[in-house]
């Protein structure tokens, strides 16, 4: 998602690289190549020309002198206009005062709901909530064992109508009642959050809407969401306008982020609803899912990385102690790092999800995005067979490695000698780059301090 975008947007600052002041002409041709940039993602025009318009303005009112070169203060502007039109602040979730709060889904048939109910209540189940999943959508055959299936997954409850009974999904059941007989059943059972599920249509009509309606009346919802694939483009806009019309909803939930489509949608749609991006989802996984930042997601537009989510997602599954013992040995203390360690690390880093999504997260990444999207995640599979084929005393000194154990080695693991050479010399490689970085260092990363 975005990457064009990014491409292009790059693109159009890159001729103001080395200008000394910004000339009117300057600021024109900028603005022509964002505006050309924004059209090509399939924002909606309304929105491209308000940005344009703005980000103009500001340039020309730009000071001339100050920390910033005009091709850095640019880009301040467009990543500034870019929070503002994605939402500015960060929208979080409004829990009701008195238990349990409701938050109904609504969207069109194939958006994701189901999914992502399923990953909102694995997500306030991680923040400590005890949620209950409803399904209400009784309209699409397996909807509801789809929601059982995936709320097992995510280890939550799941309240849906037995089928053979006059609720039963065979006799038609009837949604309404459903979700209201869920929304008691959470509060004899202590669930704070209740999520509905509610049908979609393929397309939007009358009925759908009525019935969302009618759904929103009997629970009362704290928070509508309304869900939509960001890969349709252009009627991701139309169809959330017909859904606020039809339903209304508090905030919308981008879904499919992960796809190469480009990306309009996120773009326009706060902006051309007035309602706040507050969730996206960018995977199949049920932990492909977080709070939407605006800020955040406009300093991945701009290739500046976000640092930030690496990091909270790094909190969650780095091993502490683990970290600490192998940062201490880089220094010298603690012992030898040892394959074993760089094994052990690879393995952390694999544990925080998609190598590929998170080296994506880096400022400056842009640039090898083909490298990164032909990375097989499969290597770090075939270096754990390579190192568990080394007896523990090769492990912990490398160095004692030499020919007759590589070919030993490529053998126990299924790999070529040449596989092997290529791993040994890449630990000395890292190891010296670690210690270098651990003494408080040389090598950065582009765009970080230091680099
Ligand atoms: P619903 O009809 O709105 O309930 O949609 P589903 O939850 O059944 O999702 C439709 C399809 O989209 C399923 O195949 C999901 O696995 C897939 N899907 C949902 N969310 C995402 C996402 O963020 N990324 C990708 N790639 N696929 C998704």
Redesign the pocket.
Known sequence: MFATLSDRLSDSFKNLRGKGRLSEADIDATAREIRLALLEADVALPVVKEFVAAVKERARGAEVSGALNPAQQVIKIVNDELVTILGGETRRLRFAKQAPTVIM?A?????????????LALWLKDQGSSPMLVAA?LQ?PN?VK??QV?GERAGVTVFAPEPGNAQGVEHGGDPVDVARRAIEEARRTLHDVVIV?TA?RLGIDEELMQQAADIRDAVDPDEVLF?V???IGQDAVRTAQAFLDGVGYDGVV??????DARGGAALSIAKMTGKPVMF?????KLT??DLFHPDRMASRILDMGDLLTLIEQAEKTFDADQAAKAAAKLQGQGGEFTLDDFLEQMQQVRKMGSLTKMLGMLPGMGQFREQLENFDEREIDRIQAIIQSMTPAERAHPKMIDGSRRSRIAKGSGRQVSDVNQLVDRFFEARKMMQQMARGGAPGLPGMPGA
């Open positions: 889904l969207g069109l048939q194939g958006a994701g709901k189901t999914t992502l109910a399923a990953k959508d699409r909807a789809q929601l995936n599920d979609g869900v694939d960001a890969m981008l879904t499919k982020l992960d796809g996206a989802s960018n995977g199949e492909d899912f």
